[in-house]
């Protein structure tokens, strides 16, 4: 797609200076501007890098006073930030917009529904009595099993494996090679040691506007249902097992595992990779810092942890600080008892 | 699948207490049960949500004794939470018996051979020269390289690839997303400085009653095999590097990685993000607390450790404690120096 | 494939003590060995299984001084084990050359190349504008979004997914299940707790000679480019986030995290389980052991960390070997307090 610096700044209500008919038709850093690329200069630390850049257009502060000659092309707006991120979103939606359709060879189980204006990649697979919402984006070799419902907006990557059963929210990302609704990790063990599989029939819920990573793995629950609420966004190559049930608005960062029956608040956000045990109980608003093990309820809100075990994030700084230097401690108290 | 309350006591050898003509459809806990569903009461805690629960039937003891008006139907039987398992493995087998067949498109190479009522998926890719038994389902989007042996009742789950010449054994759940036999991670270092790789030539051998979780990834060995035995409960996410010998009986939680030429013993539990250096042994029995690091051998049977890297299980939880008090330990040790 | 003794004595320069006529079709180590197989001892400490190997021909040097009769056959050489490399690098060349054409269906976008001598297995999938050198290998059910590149040589494997604009160099592997190119995990804080998602439009850039393995995830950068440059050498379940660069010839062992903006350096060593926090430089030739956590700059090139967070390899060392015996400690100075 390419663009006039003229029709950019009339998308932004801005005001050109310089050549309006120069053409744009990729966004770029300012440090990193190649001609064709458009970029923006919000922060002042950056500004020496706009008598530099090699961008075809900046958009710039109104206010912003030239210290130098400009080789580039501006476009003045109010808040060059803010512009910039509207540009991104709809350069994004148009993106998106132009893939629609169906390629083929693709699967469609009978009794499935699918609402207008979506796309189906090839190979994709779609089981039986499914129902899925509109505009939806379902990338190539993704699967869907039989019976599973997804809301409208949402896209689902290449490669997705989504488990019969599963419920998925509007307005949600799964990233590419995420699995959803794998059997929750669940033996008997027997007398003589080996273990019985524990029949796994629950499912997974996804609520809206939730962000799943690539690579990550949520388990259905034993019975009933594993839940991720709305807003929540979940990094890549995190684990989710059975019965989880993580809160609205919470962040999940890489490499973080919750075991069976865990649940997280809302508005949390958990570091990456963080490991939180069976059956315990995280509070509204907790932080957890990276690496941290969570192996007993958090109960207070807002609440700062580290470590594995996990305690205070201040009292885990303070006693990290004396470890390093415990050498010299045991040889502080060797030499106490040698004078006693 | 819908069921009278009549044919599920049946089936029990239970007795009805209500309307046997009643209809369920699906399986509930007591405290989530909706009109259609069937659930169980064993622990006594639970009798409460009898009086209260919204499923048309509950399983419960032949002994109890109803305090209240019920107005559930009930299925009286020996051993309710027993009953119940044997439903859900009823059910499970149920709904595995009515996947069978084979969707189009899906790629069968030369010269390979599967056994009878089974299962391949749209997209699913059989390499050449593959053996694989009867009753093996395959989903959709898996594949499966050349040379691969695959013994009866196993179930491969959506999109797990398996490279050529892996050999997998009877009654296997490969979960979906998993990787066997990808390149041993091995590179020889050279005078410059870059890595030349070493080829990679082994093959990997999952025995019986193996169960991989999704995106988990086990190499292939450099020469020779990578060995997982006979019951071994493998999580999600988790790494078998190259020439790996995990022993029968052995659970594995998520996250943990094998690092090249470990050897895991039988009967061992492997708690979650535990990390295993390479060429170690772990002795029969060994269980491995959460995030431990394994460093040297384990020699003797049943030990229990944590920590990393590891050591006996309880003296690491005493040292964490002291740990937590590092501060103070410094400040009474300054205190003593000032006075001495 | 099959081969007399005599035709591999040939191709390694070497000569034949026994059968030359005898035939052998696969390669094992020596103590593995069984009819039909090929071996090699460099190794002194393994010539006792030269004595009892079941193999059909073994590799050997011109110097061993036999000890005691041998079934099997010999072929003498300069430096078995060099020979034995060149024997594995050949097999893989023959497996790889054997592996031509396209396999159908298979997908192919508009105004998309793809050089000569290329296998595109079924249910591959290559989208829109994308320009793929020779000899290139797309494994089934892998997907190549639009506008990729992807160098001569580089190997594919299957249900590997690439997302658009992402650009691979030649001579590089990316293992089954790998992402590159996943949204960078960007979301910006609202004034009601929820997360707006930040556009994510950079790629992602892999230099030559790169392996890439099972089931990692590389995301795109929020703007520019993630880079993982030349000969750099990267293993399973590895998180690299947006706008990571990771120098050359450096190798990256499991599960190990990169945080948004981290760069390290050429010729590291970086272990499993590793945790690098975003923005943070690592200098050449930086070690970092297993479930280390990188928190701040490591600036001086050839530093060997450990721990989380991570410092000095030695000094980490010798505070754990205290930290073990922190009861015993925290007795002594009770004591020394008591008797003060």
């Given amino acids: 797609m ?58 710039v502060s109104k206010t912003l006073e030239v210290k130098q000659a400009v080789a580039t092309n501006l476009i003045l707006v109010e808040d060059p930030y803010s512009a910039f991120s509207t540009l991104l979103e709809v350069y ?17 189980g009978e009794n499935s529904s699918i609402g207008p204006n979506h796309y189906r990649g090839a190979f994709s697979y779609i089981g039986k009595n499914c129902k ?21 907006n949402t896209v689902i990557y290449a490669g997705v494996k989504i488990y019969p059963d599963t419920v998925i929210g ?21 007398k003589d040691g080996s273990y019985k599989t524990i029949p796994q029939i629950g499912n997974v819920v996804i609520e809206d506007h939730v962000s799943i990573g690539a690579n990550t793995t949520v388990d259905c629950a034993t019975m009933g249902s594993t839940i991720i609420r709305t807003g929540t966004k979940i990094d890549n190559l995190v684990q989710v097992a ?6 609205r608005h919470t962040v999940v960062a890489a490499q973080t595992a919750f075991a069976g029956s865990s649940k997280v608040g809302n508005y949390c956000t958990i570091a990456g990779q963080v490991g939180v045990v069976g059956h315990v109980s995280i509070a509204d ?49 060797d030499e106490l008892r040698e004078k006693r």
């Fill in 92 to 108: 994004q939606q148009a993106l998106a917009s132009m893939r629609a359709g169906v390629e083929e060879p693709c699967y469609l």
């Fill in 242 to 247: 059975h019965n989880v049930e993580i809160g």
């Fill in 285 to 333: 608003r907790t932080i957890v810092g990276a690496k941290s093990g969570i192996s007993k309820n958090i109960k207070e809100e807002g609440t700062f942890v580290q470590g594995a075990p996990a305690f205070d994030y201040k009292q885990n700084l303070r006693a990290m600080a004396v470890f390093r230097k415990l050498p010299e401690l045991q040889k502080q108290v």
């Fill in 132 to 152: 899925i919402g509109k505009n939806v984006h379902i990338y190539p070799q993704a699967y869907i099993g039989d019976n599973v419902t997804i809301g409208d």
């Fill in 170 to 190: 509007s307005s949600c990302s799964v990233h590419a090679g995420a699995v959803l609704g794998s059997d929750g990790f669940g033996f008997a063990p027997q």
């Fill in 2 to 59: 390419e663009f006039t610096v003229q029709q950019i700044a009339d998308l932004l209500q801005g005001q050109v200076q310089g050549d309006g008919q120069a053409t744009v038709n990729r966004l770029a850093k300012i440090e990193e501007g190649t001609p064709g690329s458009l970029s923006f200069l919000s922060n002042p630390k950056y500004e020496p890098f706009l008598y530099t850049t090699g961008a075809s257009a900046v958009i």
